[in-house]
């Protein structure tokens, strides 16, 4: 009987593995209806920058959530993703040397933390530029109600 602690730290690894996989896919479905929301709202800004008091202002405010949208748009950017799972014949030599099932589990667990660590560097990533599109798109809007506002109090 093997050590059941190797084989529950192995299965643990690989849920990690597949709980990382769901995060990304659910940021990346965040970040590009984020994009979808500053390009509507950059299209809103240009259609009324006409009738507006600083109708600059609300053309610039447009092209800083364009930008923004880029931001989110390139966090989603496809990347080197690693996922739980093997093939048949990653064991082969294993099965063929009758390798120990607690050697298998601590390689698979091994294994496992290098992609987590490798993946965790890929979402940093894409993070950062998740980040700056919004600190973009919040300033950008701030900006440009701010001086509409200041704007319409000087006509």
């Known amino acids: 009987m093997g050590n059941k602690l190797i084989e ?3 299965s643990m690894s690989q849920e ?3 709980k990382q996989y769901q995060a ?3 940021s990346d ?3 590009m209806n984020f994009a979808g929301v500053q390009i509507a ?3 809103i800004l240009c259609g009324l920058a006409g009738s507006s008091p600083a109708p600059i202002a609300m053309l ?3 092209g800083a959530l364009l930008a923004a949208a880029f931001f989110a748009w390139w966090s989603v950017m496809p990347s ?7 093939k048949f014949s990653d064991f082969q030599a294993d099965i063929e040397n009758n390798v120990s099932l607690d050697a298998i589990f601590s390689e698979i667990g091994k294994y496992s933390d290098m992609h987590i660590d490798k993946n965790e560097a890929a979402r940093r990533n894409c993070s950062w530029h998740f980040r700056w599109s919004f600190l973009i798109s919040m300033w950008s809007l701030g900006l440009t109600l701010l001086v509409q506002f200041i704007a319409q109090i000087n006509v």
């Open 41 to 43: 709202v950059a299209a």
């Open 60 to 62: 610039i405010g447009s």
């Open 24 to 26: 990304a896919n659910f």
């Open 8 to 10: 529950k730290a192995a």
């Open 29 to 31: 479905q965040r970040a």
């Open 16 to 18: 990690k593995l597949e």
């Open 80 to 86: 080197t993703f690693h996922v739980i799972g093997a």
